[in-house]
């Protein structure tokens, strides 16, 4: 069995996990989320960087944990690897950016193979966060999400700070030597699935899989999410 750390992507909390940590629990593992700084916490997101947030994230780490992000946590989880690697046994990433060397993730976001968010992204007049249009969420998040998981996240939605997605992020043999896998989401409106499928083209091919669904299989799948992860553990 394996210890899980959950970790939400942008606008996002630890809430979005509600469905998959009993499904873990259920098949033997332990599994816990956290909330990262900034998010919905009363913090200025301007005072919010990249480091403090893998810094939270290796603090509620184990070297037995496995960590997974989702989305934009792609960023932080590997930021973690590189600061703390012996302080996590893996890394999973769910439809999530896989940094390149040097570039931030806005740098990566700019470079897709197409632009999908558009002004569904609200920039906060002091330019240090920006929200998701309520009205677009859905069509970018939650597509295939039952009504009642939908009706769950969309009040919970909170300004995600700019200053930890703008920060390039160097990568070392530390992140490289690190466990790792990729979950691919076909169906995804956020991140395109052939840009998922580009950030992890060298990986060897038994660590890339793949859910028929949208950018949230938390809700869409979760049963199905949980027994993937599960699979995943035993090859780290």
């Known amino acids: 069995m394996a210890d899980f750390l959950l970790i939400h992507g942008s606008c996002h909390g630890a809430w979005c996990w509600r469905d998959v940590i009993p499904a873990l629990e259920?098949?033997?593992?332990?599994?816990?989320?956290?909330?990262?700084?900034?998010?919905?916490?009363?913090?200025d997101p301007a005072t919010v960087t990249l480091k403090e947030t893998a810094e939270a994230i290796v603090a509620a780490s184990t070297?037995?944990?496995?960590?997974?992000?989702?989305?934009?946590?792609?960023?932080?989880?590997?930021?973690?690897?590189?600061?703390?690697?012996?302080?996590?046994?893996?890394?999973?990433?769910?439809?999530?950016?896989?940094?390149?060397?040097?570039q931030s993730l806005i740098d990566m976001r700019k470079a897709g193979p197409r632009q999908t968010i558009g002004t569904a992204a609200i920039k906060?007049?002091?330019?240090?966060?920006?929200?998701?249009?309520?009205?677009?969420a859905p069509r970018l998040f939650y597509q295939d999400c039952p009504a009642e998981a939908v009706a769950y996240a969309l009040p919970r939605l909170c300004a995600q700070p700019i200053l930890p997605q703008e920060t390039p992020l160097e990568l070392t043999d530390a992140w490289q030597?690190?466990?790792?896998?990729?979950?691919?989401?076909?169906?995804?409106?956020?991140?395109?699935?052939?840009?998922?499928?580009q950030m992890v083209a060298d990986w060897p091919r038994n660590t890339v899989h793949?859910?028929?669904?949208?950018?949230?299989?938390?809700f869409a799948d979760p049963q199905g999410l949980a027994a993937l992860i599960g699979q995943i553990a035993k090859d780290f």
């Not at 259920?26 to 913090?43: E, M, Q, V, Y």
């Not at 906060?124 to 677009?136: K, N, V, W």
């Not at 690190?178 to 499928?197: G, L, M, S, V, W």
Request: overall charge negative.
């Open 177 to 197: 030597a690190t466990p790792k896998a990729y979950i691919r989401c076909t169906n995804d409106q956020t991140i395109p699935p052939e840009y998922q499928a």
């Open 63 to 102: 070297p037995e944990t496995i960590v997974l992000g989702h989305s934009w946590a792609g960023y932080p989880i590997t930021a973690a690897a590189e600061i703390a690697p012996k302080a996590m046994r893996g890394l999973i990433y769910l439809c999530a950016y896989v940094p390149v060397c040097g």
């Open 124 to 136: 906060h007049p002091d330019g240090a966060s920006y929200t998701i249009d309520l009205a677009e």
């Open 26 to 43: 259920a098949r033997g593992h332990s599994a816990r989320a956290i909330t990262l700084p900034g998010h919905d916490d009363g913090r």
């Open 210 to 218: 793949e859910m028929q669904c949208s950018h949230s299989p938390f």
